[in-house]
């Protein structure tokens, strides 16, 4: 089946302790991206990456970091979490060089810093 | 002001009516996708649209690059088009790889 995985879904940690989310699909797409999204403020672009190691800022990348060192994955990486980062998180991939086709989601990480 | 605007932000309607959500734009786009977030979270691509007009089901999508505005409509709407709708737009340029996302839309149908 063609997926978009998300690890880890729920998520609550503390104040400064390093996390990884992993994001990985199956489809062989060239472009992957992640966004957040809280409330009022909607989707929101972090990083995006237009093939394997090639990755770009979008529009709230502070505090976040990324990797795409194989086509499948692409991991976000909070060095060291704020509670301003709490959010609902979503990776997001699609064939192409850009977002020009179908978008396909992940199910979502919910993160909570404390 | 936001470089993504939605209307209205919430809609109701009852079953069986034609219902329109608007989305204008401020920035010159490559292509402009229209999603769906299910009451659970689950986001869903319904179109993407560079031009003209696209139709699948019950759902047609419209594009007026010119006027900066695109359009979805669903026909005959039922209960489980219940859901946040969320246009988002592709600047293109020197923004090639970037996704700007309209506030969403959401909508209720009641039986």
């Known amino acids: 089946e063609a997926q978009v995985t998300q690890n880890p879904r729920y998520l609550i940690t503390v104040t400064g302790k390093k996390l990884t989310v992993t994001c990985s699909q199956n489809m062989n797409h060239e472009y992957m991206s992640w966004y957040r999204q809280d409330p009022g403020l909607g989707l929101r672009q972090i990083y995006y990456?237009?093939?394997?190691?090639?990755?770009d800022k979008g529009d709230v990348p502070e505090g976040y970091k990324v990797s795409r060192k194989e086509k499948r994955n692409f991991p976000l990486i909070l060095e060291s979490p704020s509670p301003n980062q709490t959010s609902l998180y979503f990776c997001?991939?699609?064939?192409?060089?850009?977002?020009?086709?179908?978008?396909?989601f992940g199910p979502g990480t919910r993160l909570t810093v404390l | 002001k936001n470089e993504v605007e939605q209307s209205p932000q919430n809609l109701t309607a009852q079953e069986g009516e034609f219902i329109t959500i608007n989305c204008s734009y401020s920035v010159g786009i490559s292509a402009l996708h229209w999603l769906q977030q299910h009451p659970g979270g689950g986001i869903v691509s319904l179109f993407m649209l560079s031009s003209g007009k696209k139709k699948h089901g019950r759902l047609i999508a419209t594009i007026n690059i010119q006027e900066k505005h695109s359009s979805l409509h669903i026909t005959a709407s039922h209960p489980r088009d219940s859901a946040v709708y969320i246009c988002a737009v592709c600047p293109g340029g020197t923004s090639y790889g970037k996704l700007t996302f309209g506030q969403g839309t959401i909508l209720t149908v009641h039986p």
């Open positions: 990456s237009m093939n394997v190691e090639v990755t």
């Open positions: 997001a991939s699609s064939t192409g060089l850009g977002p020009y086709n179908e978008q396909f």
